[in-house]
């Protein structure tokens, strides 16, 4: 899978996503980061890509022009034109079973805006998509976009060793994952539970379960009615 990035500051998502999971997976040809830098695109002699907001206001506003030129070198003579996803505080909000959705698609461009935004006539042009990360201001999609990204990218097939790991942990069927543990057996006084020491699968199993349903029900009540709700569709 493809994933282009339109940003200021390419070197940002270059660091962000150049580390252990994501690298591993792009050095395996699993997916691509390409970070494009919209500053690039500037037709401006001091590569200017913001002014002042028409009808005045706090701060600057990203240019369309640069914007639109460095999003249409991605998609120029392309059969298929990509999502185009804008990362901003007035989109759906992200959750897993979008990152679902979005998994699902060849390539991707996503779009972060810095200062107080960018022109929208570009946005009404280019735009398909527009997420936010949650309920609070950001001073660029750039973290959103790799928050994104790494979400989409554990669900590419190859990415992770373990073909269970994506679907067994937390968020999937609307359950949190249960507590584990690793050696030693004691620390601290306390005790790994006895029924992981006893090599039962099915009681293994079973504790697991009841362990993710208690912790569901306590930590996150609003995601334990949904899963009450599917289990009795079910
Ligand atoms: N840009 C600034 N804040 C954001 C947020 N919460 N989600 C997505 N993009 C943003």
């Given at each position: ?8 500051f390419p070197e940002m998502i270059e660091q962000g996503l150049n580390n252990s999971i994501i690298k591993r997976a792009a050095e395996a040809g699993h997916l691509t980061i390409n970070a494009v830098n919209i500053r690039d695109f500037t037709l401006d002699k001091h590569n200017k890509v913001d002014d002042y907001p028409y009808g005045g206001g706090a701060g600057m506003l990203m240019q369309a022009q640069p914007v639109y030129d460095a999003c249409r ?162």
């Amino acid at each position: 899978m493809k994933f282009h990035i339109l940003t200021l500051f390419p070197e940002m998502i270059e660091q962000g996503l150049n580390n252990s999971i994501i690298k591993r997976a792009a050095e395996a040809g699993h997916l691509t980061i390409n970070a494009v830098n919209i500053r690039d695109f500037t037709l401006d002699k001091h590569n200017k890509v913001d002014d002042y907001p028409y009808g005045g206001g706090a701060g600057m506003l990203m240019q369309a022009q640069p914007v639109y030129d460095a999003c249409r070198s991605l998609t120029e003579g392309k059969e298929k034109k990509p999502r185009v996803i804008f990362m901003t505080p007035q989109g759906r909000t992200f959750h897993q079973e979008m990152a679902k959705e979005f998994a699902g698609e060849e390539e991707l461009i996503f779009l972060c805006g810095h200062y107080e935004g960018i022109d929208e006539r570009v946005l009404e042009e280019i735009v398909t998509d527009e997420v936010s990360i949650g309920d609070y201001v950001l001073t660029g999609g750039e973290l959103p976009a790799m928050v994104m990204i790494d979400t989409i990218a554990r669900l590419i097939p190859g990415v992770l060793n373990n073909q269970d790991s994506a679907e067994e942990e937390s968020f999937s069927g609307n359950l949190l994952e249960y507590p584990q543990y690793t050696r030693p057996e004691v620390w601290m006084d306390k005790r790994v539970p006895e029924v992981l020491l006893s090599g039962h699968h099915a009681n293994i199993a079973k504790w697991r379960r009841e362990q993710s349903e208690e912790r569901t029900r306590v930590k996150r009540p609003d995601m334990y009615e949904k899963y009450l709700e599917e289990k009795k569709r079910k």
